[in-house]
């Protein structure tokens, strides 16, 4: 029997299997020992199950399709996140207006583990939105990204979202506040996540989502609500990678005059002047030399 990863906590992974069924298991002892570092078994992850007197047992993890991971930084090992996934939602609130650096970090980090991102721009029923809205979706849309405009509140393009949801595994990244869990609830009511006003009051962290887990929808897909990041690092990319992450400059970097130019002051740079004739939006340059200098520094500690 084969099943999916949903939840992990404290040594029991929670399944769904093939035939549907939910159930707990625990990792038998050659692949408790194997499981560290980046094949640890993560939610997302397609699992070899076994079944005796009631017990489930994971015999074995299959290949993956993607991985989400946080890189080595600073010593420390790299941590898969969640396996498996064939696409992200970046979600931002159109309210405060969001900062385009935070946008392209998600979106870089996406791109760094191959796997496509979707701008979801919720909150639309706050006033001004439709200017903010406009401004992003051209941004965006002109790199060639998927952008949903939202409103958990007013249930606009609940039904596109859901959609999207509907097939494959998705994950839910953002910042805390966003809506993320909000828009899950929408969706499927049947999730009853916790949100922003229940527990702000009562709850001593800044984040109402504490854990990542798997949902699986009424249509077939399955979402991961994940706490929100209020900042996302890059978790130690090289930083000549980094170009490749912002699609509108893959075409350029082999016409830049030198191999391996950082597209910063150097002469005949074809992403520099992209971006200085307006073929490539100035925000996501900027964006790319903060996130340039940013991947140089972690490297250099
Ligand atoms: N005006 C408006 N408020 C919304 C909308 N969606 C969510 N909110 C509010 O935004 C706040 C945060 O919502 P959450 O769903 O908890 O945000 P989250 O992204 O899950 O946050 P974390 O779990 O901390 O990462 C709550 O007060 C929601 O009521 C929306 O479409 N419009
Ligand atoms: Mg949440
Ligand atoms: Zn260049």
Redesign the pocket.
Known sequence: MTGRVIGVEGGVYTLMLEDGRRVEASLRGRLKQESRGDSKIVIGDCVKVEETDGSATVQARLPRQTTMVRRGVAGRSAKVLAANLDRVFVVMAIEPTPRTELIDRFLVVAEANGIPPVILLNKMDLPGAADVALSLSSRYESVGYVVLCVSAKADIGIDRLRALLCEGISAFMGPSGAGKSTLLNKVEPGFKLRTGELSRKSRSGRHTTVSSSLLSLSCGGVVADTPGFSDVGLWGMDPADLDWCFPEMRGL?NR?HFRG???LM?PG????QAAEEGHVAPERYESYKVLRAEAVGERSR
Not at 269 to 272: E, K
């Open positions: 970097r830049c130019c950082a597209h150097d740079c074809a992403v520099r």
